[in-house]
């Protein structure tokens, strides 16, 4: 069937029929150990796998660092050398949080809104976080 719309400029785009997939190694056996996982939502970010029971994040000596390859220099320097730490704690042998605790100067903010300096905030499934301004998100 013919296009009763024909378009009236060249493409200046070559077209494919499917997308390449990047090879990503996984380590199967710390996906089947890991308790949680967050997502990154910038390219510039790793997600991780969680299987330690604590995790600290930062620009400092942290688990997870961040440094000039994720953010920019001027944004690095409002996010804390230990800017928060999120963990698994057990109410009871059935009962496990996953909670992050706020450590920073600049704020933390899970889904918009501030933890606040040595708060914590229980974490959901899908909740985002994000470092020094509500917007900043870098993980879910």
């Known amino acids: 069937m013919m296009d009763p719309y024909p378009s009236s400029q060249a493409s200046t785009q070559g077209f494919r029929e499917t997308q390449e997939i990047p090879e990503v190694p996984l380590d199967l056996a710390e996906i089947d150990a890991a ?53 698994r704690e057990r109410k009871s042998a059935t009962e496990v949080f996953v909670v992050l605790e706020d450590l920073s100067c600049n704020g933390t903010f899970v889904n918009q809104q501030l933890v606040g300096r040595g708060k914590k905030k229980i974490l959901q499934s899908n909740d985002e976080i994000a470092l020094a301004h509500s917007t900043r998100k870098g993980n879910v």
């Open 35 to 87: 308790w949680g996982r967050l997502f990154s939502v910038r390219d510039s970010l790793s997600s991780y796998n969680l299987t330690n029971e604590t995790y600290s994040f930062g620009r400092g000596n942290v688990d997870h660092r961040f440094d000039s390859r994720q953010f920019n220099e001027q944004f690095l320097s409002a996010i804390s050398k230990t800017h928060f730490r999120i963990s």
